[in-house]
């Protein structure tokens, strides 16, 4: 079936530096991908949708300059946190959507990405 | 604004017994609900949904019921079973473009099965 492939699945960086977070759909094509949040227990937060070819949409609350999001290819959208801090650490979840009369599913995530700042 | 509310923030309930988990629902757009499982570190996995227009939907253990003028739904799991245990999250989106229809998850149900 349709698969997501998130890497890396945990990073520790160090304050002020970049990481980058990719997703790669493995065997269709995301011309959307949906960006979420997550803290220890809490919900999933959306933080941004990508559209293959234009700019990002940010929800309300969140840096577009800070998260630079990515969707140059069909399979490929990235995430860049850029000067993380500690208090961006988090679990980064990513989501695109599928066909809902071909594949009921709806919607499928990648394996989700253990940021951690110190 | 918690437009999904899952206000049981935990559940436990005796292996081969029902889990009933519920979720509400403030915004009338919403017209396709789904339900996840997720483990920690782990990105959730998909369970079953339902359409605006149906109130029930089923598959296997799991039954998904959908009450629209309470703006309510309930997931079953008839019977519980150990590998049950995990955190549920009901999720809902608004009809839109095709591939353009983001989630909205509500706040999540820990369920314990007691063996």
């Known amino acids: 079936g349709a698969v997501v492939s998130q890497h890396p699945s945990w990073v520790i960086c160090k304050s002020g530096t970049s990481v980058k977070i990719e997703c790669r759909s493995l065997?269709?094509?995301?011309?959307?991908m949906f960006w979420y949040r997550q803290f220890p227990k809490q919900s999933l937060m959306l933080m941004a949708t990508?559209?293959?070819?234009?700019?990002?949409?940010?929800e309300q609350g969140v840096e577009k300059d800070k998260f630079l999001i990515n969707h140059a290819s069909l399979t490929l959208s990235t995430l860049t946190v850029t000067s993380a801090h500690p208090e961006d650490s988090s679990f980064y979840i990513c989501?695109?959507?599928?066909?809902?009369?071909?594949?009921?599913?709806?919607?499928?995530f990648g394996s989700g990405t253990r940021l951690t700042v110190v | 604004d918690q437009q999904v509310k899952q206000n049981s923030p935990s559940l436990s309930v005796q292996e081969g017994r029902i889990s009933i988990l519920n979720c509400d629902y403030t915004?009338?757009?919403?017209?396709?609900f789904l339900w996840y499982k997720k483990y920690p570190a782990e990105g959730p996995t998909f369970l079953i949904s339902?359409?605006?227009?149906?109130d029930k939907n089923e598959d296997g253990r799991f039954t998904v019921f959908l009450n629209k003028s309470a703006k309510h739904l309930s997931l079953h799991i008839v019977p519980s079973q150990p590998g049950d245990s995990a955190v549920y999250f009901c999720?809902?989106?608004?009809?839109?473009?095709?591939?353009?229809?983001?989630?909205?998850f509500g706040t999540g149900t820990r369920l314990t099965i007691i063996p």
């Open positions: 339902i359409s605006s227009i149906k």
């Open positions: 915004n009338s757009m919403f017209d396709y």
């Open positions: 990508s559209n293959e070819g234009s700019k990002a949409t940010y």
């Open positions: 989501s695109a959507p599928l066909d809902r009369v071909r594949a009921n599913y709806g919607y499928t």
């Open positions: 065997d269709f094509q995301a011309t959307t």
């Open positions: 999720a809902a989106s608004e009809a839109s473009n095709f591939g353009n229809e983001k989630l909205t």
